[in-house]
């Protein structure tokens, strides 16, 4: 519900091996920093890409994380042949080639390097956040929206890095949005 969305684009070297590696969800804290260490040491080039709280708001959080990415990818020393992308959504990089994953991060190891780069990334920038706002608790929440963080925003309000597009307290109601059916062949539906 604040900062930044970050993301990671990693090239590993053949023949890395790291069958711990996994998404960055199913990793303890400890875990992902000593597999960053990892990551950021043996890849053979590695970059972080990072779209701050007012570009979410302007273009959206879906836009936004594929911009982190392609800011990523911008920074590589060395360009990819084939971009391999977690998830279900993304945006052409130029000519490269590229192609989606749901869970990739399960799959393959360079995505689950790009998890972990871009979670413990993002991590670092929310706990230094916190040095200036201790009041919403994200040096351990990092910013999700946790019962503490939503009642810190009911009392006290939001700060600069709090993005505004989102529910922030919990308390908006969402209209469900109606379904376009499309007439197939069969009996009438009332």
Not at 4 to 12: E, G, M, S, Y
Not at 88 to 93: D, E, G
Not at 127 to 135: N, R
Not at 159 to 184: A, E, Q, W
Request: aromatic residues 8%; charged residues 25%.
């Amino acid at each position: 519900m604040a900062g930044p969305v970050v993301a990671a684009a990693v090239i590993l070297p053949e023949g890395f091996a790291c069958p711990e590696l996994n998404d960055s969800k199913q990793l303890s804290e400890s875990e992902r920093d000593a597999f960053r260490l990892i990551i950021e040491n043996k890849a053979l080039a590695w970059a972080v890409g990072i779209v701050d709280q007012y570009e979410i708001d302007r273009i959206n959080i879906l836009n936004a994380s594929i911009l982190a990415m392609h800011r990523a990818i911008d920074q590589l020393s060395i360009k990819p042949e084939y971009i391999i992308v977690d998830g279900n959504r993304f945006k052409p990089y130029g000519t490269i080639p590229h192609q989606t994953v749901v869970k990739g991060d399960g799959k393959y190891l360079s995505i689950a390097a790009a998890s972990v780069l871009a979670k413990t990334h993002r991590d670092e920038i929310m706990i230094g956040l916190h040095q200036e706002f201790p009041l919403y608790d994200w040096d351990k929440n990092k910013a999700y929206p946790t019962e503490k963080h939503r009642e810190a925003l009911r009392r006290y309000g939001v700060t600069p890095y709090h993005r505004l597009s989102f529910n922030l307290t919990g308390d908006k109601v969402v209209k469900p949005k109606r379904k376009r059916i499309k007439k197939t062949e069969g009996p009438e539906l009332f």
